[in-house]
């Protein structure tokens, strides 16, 4: 069974930061892109950022351009997403996920079990 294995979620103030890493398998990292997906509270899952197997392609949400960077170390087979300016919306559980692609898609394939983010004073 394929695993992706997220940390770095916690309970953050608003305007602060936090580091989410998805520890992934090395296949996933040499071939195939990585994203970032969330869901609030009653909401639907949102695609939050991606990156391409290479690098060459980043994609951001509306809402998280400016204040998120994806970035992917694959000697350490680690894919992180740096949030800074945390807000309450940005509240929710993350999950890192590949699809069977070397590009950006909006289905994936493989899912961690997800991390709790929660902004809030």
């Known amino acids: 069974q394929v695993q992706l294995v997220e940390s770095g979620g916690g309970l953050v103030q608003p305007g602060g930061s936090l580091r989410l890493s998805c520890v992934a398998p090395r296949f996933i990292l040499d071939y195939y892109a990585v994203g970032w997906v969330r869901q609030a509270p009653g909401k639907e899952r949102e695609g939050v950022s991606c990156i391409s197997y290479n690098n060459e392609s980043v994609e951001y949400a509306d809402g998280v351009k400016g204040r998120f960077t994806i970035s992917r170390d694959n000697a350490k087979n680690t894919v992180y997403l740096k949030m800074n300016s945390l807000q309450p919306e940005d509240t929710g559980t993350y999950y890192c996920?590949?699809?069977?692609?070397?590009?950006?898609?909006?289905?994936?394939?493989?899912w961690g079990q997800g991390t709790q983010v929660t902004v809030s004073s």
């Open positions: 996920a590949a699809p069977k692609s070397s590009w950006c898609q909006s289905n994936y394939d493989y």
